[in-house]
T-cell receptor
Framework: GENVEQHPSTLSVQEGDSAVIKCTYS??????FPWYKQELGKRPQLIID?????GEKKDQRIAVTLNKTAKHFSLHITETQPEDSAVYFC??????????????FGKGTKLSVIP | NAGVMQNPRHLVRRRGQEARLRCSPM?????VYWYRQLPEEGLKFMVY????????ESGMPKERFSAEFPKEGPSILRIQQVVRGDSAAYFC?????????FGPGTRLTVT
């Protein structure tokens, strides 16, 4: 099955700096890559996603890049703010024969933005 | 995603009891996924359902766990004879195609 590795596990940045989180996946058939933000005790919140026919997608301060050849994708947050502090999860998905888009998650990156 | 509802939010069960977790998807969504999250871990897929059908249960333990999504009412994840290792946060996600939106989760504690 699919395996997703995520690095780093913890990341501290100064407010205003950029943060980059990287993930690799094992199954070349994966074609959908969402990123979730989870604050302590809260639900995972979908913040951005990318499909395999696109190399880059941007939404305000957040961008995601995908390299299908190398099987890795990254989350970039610019001009970080204290409210960006949370655990970020990457995930990969393949549409199964049964129509399931089950997500395989990385283990998460705890981002701390220092004011 | 505020539309995905789960209850209860917290559930305490003694070993050997049954746990029932409920999930109501967003309006217009007919796909429900269940995931389990252990402390300091990512989410692990358990089961995928559509109305009245279990489509993919490849992540579900073979014993004690079952799920349903009836024609009327919420999806239910049922854990029989709970053990301490079942303590975790259980999240459901609803979807119309590939984007999945999560509910607030049920935190199960087995004492």
């Amino acid at each position: 099955g699919e395996n997703v590795e995520q690095h780093p596990s913890t990341l501290s940045v100064q407010e205003g700096d950029s943060a980059v989180i990287k993930c690799t996946y094992s199954d070349s058939a994966s074609n959908y890559f969402p990123w979730y933000k989870q604050e302590l005790g809260k639900r995972p919140q979908l913040i951005i996603d990318i499909r395999s026919n696109v190399g880059e997608k941007k939404d305000q301060r957040i961008a995601v890049t995908l390299n299908k050849t190398a099987k890795h994708f990254s989350l970039h947050i610019t001009e970080t703010q204290p409210e960006d502090s949370a655990v970020y999860f990457c995930a990969a998905s393949i549409r199964s024969g049964a129509g399931s888009y089950q997500l395989t998650f990385g283990k998460g990156t705890k981002l701390s933005v220092i004011p | 995603n505020a539309g995905v509802m789960q209850n209860p939010r917290h559930l305490v069960r003694r070993r050997g009891q049954e746990a029932r977790l409920r999930c109501s998807p967003m309006k217009g969504h007919s796909h429900v996924y269940w995931y389990r999250q252990l402390p300091e871990e990512g989410l692990k897929f358990m089961v995928y359902l559509q109305k009245e059908n279990i489509i993919d249960e490849s992540g579900m333990p073979k014993e004690r766990f079952s799920a349903e999504f009836p024609k009327e009412g919420p999806s239910i994840l049922r854990i029989q004879q709970v053990v301490r290792g079942d303590s975790a946060a259980y999240f459901c996600a609803s979807s119309r195609s590939y984007e999945q939106y999560f509910g607030p989760g049920t935190r199960l504690t087995v004492t």
